[in-house]
């Protein structure tokens, strides 16, 4: 089994209210402190229109709602990886509502890796210190009287990390819902033998334990969802379930990895994600650009 430390209570059942964005597939989390008014906001979503080169609030400004109205207490913003399918909104709830926004300390290798992609100047700093807490593996923090739990699950990314609090854990892209199965891993930095690894820690935690997906694509056209369970991914995940060796599921992701698309917002996304949720710096005329690289990716 997973080591989980002694102060996190596995018994303790946070609320979990899911946001999905269907423009990106992505599931955003209010998680409360079952005990008080304190919660968490998990990856959430900046709205752009990519064609037209304008970015709007509009998600983020629904769970902003939801949290005025339930007179919530922001302490924390989390993001489980530099997301290469959405914009962080971040830094807005955060102007908004406040909360100390966190995020794996690997984000330095992602923030090394996409800085020379796109050609970042020795303006960009490249030491996470976009954020206020770069999370170690197995670092904890509080969430009202909540103790949550900080795992490192790299190979999607290297930053990547499984945030559990109480019964739940919020894994990021790492999982799918059983049927839609895993990440994928050849993004740079991603490696497909160490996403086998990180999985399974994963799923060497109770059985019982809530599992909350980051996006869901709703396979063969069924209604979106975005909890299961260990014992149910264990069981029924069609790429990671009980039984598949490590080879195989390399083989397998390796495979699948070659024929997949890149996903559409990956250019603005990376590039916003790496800073935090900030837009790049303004120009002398106070524009922002974002950076189109040629056969980089």
């Known amino acids: 089994m997973t080591t989980i430390p002694h102060p996190v209570d596995l018994t303790l059942k946070p609320k979990v209210k899911g946001f999905f964005d269907g423009r990106t597939n992505t599931v955003s989390y209010v998680v409360q402190d079952p ?164 999985i399974k820690r994963v799923l060497d935690l109770p059985d019982s334990m809530r599992l909350f997906m980051c996006h869901d694509y709703g396979p063969g056209g069924r209604e979106i969802k975005w909890e299961t369970t260990v014992a149910e991914e264990r069981a029924k995940n069609i790429h990671v379930r009980e039984g598949v060796s490590e080879d195989e599921f390399v083989k397998m992701r390796t495979e699948r990895d070659s024929s997949l698309a890149l996903p559409k917002l990956i250019i603005p996304s990376i590039q916003v994600n790496i800073r935090g949720g900030q837009l790049p710096e303004p120009d002398e005329s106070g524009k922002r650009y974002l950076k189109v690289p040629i056969n980089e990716l």
């Open 35 to 198: 005990s008080s008014k304190a919660c968490a906001i998990i990856d959430s979503v900046m709205d752009i229109d990519y064609a037209a080169g304008r970015i709007s609030y509009d998600s983020a400004d629904e769970i902003i709602r939801y949290v005025e109205e339930n007179g919530l207490k922001v302490e924390w913003l989390i993001e489980t990886h530099a997301h290469a399918d959405h914009l962080s909104a971040a830094p807005y709830i955060q102007g908004k509502l406040g909360g100390k926004l966190g995020i794996g300390e690997n984000i330095r290798i992602v923030q090394e890796v996409f800085g020379k992609i796109f050609n970042e100047g020795t303006e960009f700093q490249r030491d996470g210190s976009q954020f206020d807490r770069l999370f170690k593996d197995g670092d904890t923090y509080t969430i009202g009287n909540m103790t949550a739990f900080a795992m490192l699950t790299p190979g999607h990314t290297p930053a990547c990390m499984t945030h559990v609090i109480g019964d739940a854990a919020f894994v990021g892209d790492t999982l799918f819902m059983p049927d839609g199965g895993t990440a994928r891993a050849d993004f740079p930095g991603g490696d497909a033998r160490v996403l086998y690894h990180s």
